[in-house]
Nanobody, 114 residues
Framework: VQLQASGGGLVQPGGSLRLSCAAS????????MGWYRQAPGKQRELVAS???????ILVDSVKGRFTIYRDNAKNTVYLQMNSLKPEDTAVYYC?????????WGQGTLVTVSS
């Protein structure tokens, strides 16, 4: 499975960005896709995930600001990030899990700064 992420960049506090991640290769219909992030000097943490049945998980710090959704026909997951804060600055990694295997995208940098 290969993951191609895009959509990072520089945004001012209060701004919005949308990340996308397309999976290709040996895709199994039952899977979980999501986003992790890693800020400088910190451990990688889960931000949001969505199962193939649509069930979602969002970390408390992004609830009400971020939305995760997916297009199963395109094997693509999206992370809509609104009301961004400086503490959201991190490298965001796309994640795909199926049949007990984990796959990671290359990471995309999100910088929230004025």
């Amino acid at each position: 499975v290969q993951l191609q992420a895009s959509g990072g960049g520089l945004v001012q506090p209060g701004g919005s960005l949308r990340l996308s991640c397309a999976a290709s290769g040996s895709i199994f219909s039952i899977n979980n896709m999501g986003w992790y992030r890693q800020a400088p000097g910190k451990q990688r943490e889960l931000v949001a995930s969505i199962a193939s049945n649509g069930n979602t998980i969002l970390v408390d710090s992004v609830k009400g600001r971020f939305t995760i959704y997916r297009d199963n026909a395109k094997n693509t997951v999206y992370l809509q990030m609104n009301s961004l804060k400086p503490e959201d600055t991190a490298v965001y990694y796309c994640h795909y899990r199926t049949l007990g295997n984990d796959y990671w995208g290359q990471g995309t940098l999100v910088t929230v700064s004025s």
